[in-house]
């Protein structure tokens, strides 16, 4: 009995010391990141040096453009979310390649995004001209369904 309870202590310890350090290695590749934030997602810090993923506003940014009455493109997605893993990289390059500044909001990170700005799912997309929503588009689609409404709503 006592061996059992040994190694079970073991078990533990082992486990806290992983828990531990995987803490301490997501604090590392998190510092001086685009959030702001001392500590991110596991699922965000995997995004950090993706390409796609390096147009990040932060919500007081986004406020503030919104108060200034500003022209703003925004991409409300999930680092968890499958479908936004698939739309990122045809909706990052079409932008680019259209011109428009497709700034992207991390809902994982910044929760009070979905009820602030009516989020029912990711990805999302909404056009805001003059700091008013006027178009908005959700759910996975495909290249030339997202080129339609880039070119219907951000002109």
């Not at 990805?123 to 929503?133: A, D, H, N, R, Y």
């Amino acid at each position: 009995m006592k061996k059992v309870l040994i190694f079970l202590g073991i078990i533990v310890v082992l486990f806290a010391v992983l828990g531990l350090l995987t803490n301490m290695q997501n604090k590392e590749k998190a510092k001086g990141n685009p959030y702001g934030k001392d500590t991110l997602y596991a699922a965000t810090v995997d995004l950090l040096d993706d390409e796609n993923y390096q147009n990040i506003i932060l919500p007081q940014e986004l406020e503030k453009k919104l108060a200034n009455k500003e022209d703003v493109t925004v991409y409300f997605f999930q680092s968890t979310c499958e479908f936004c893993k698939q739309a990122t990289p045809i909706l990052m390059p079409l932008a680019e390649d259209m011109g428009i500044n497709l700034v992207q909001y991390n809902l994982l990170e910044f929760e009070e995004g979905w009820d602030k700005y009516r989020i029912e799912g990711t990805p999302t997309i909404v056009q805001f001209k003059k700091g008013k929503e006027t178009a908005r588009i959700k759910d996975l689609r495909d290249e030339a369904t997202y080129r339609q409404w880039f070119e219907e709503n951000s002109q």
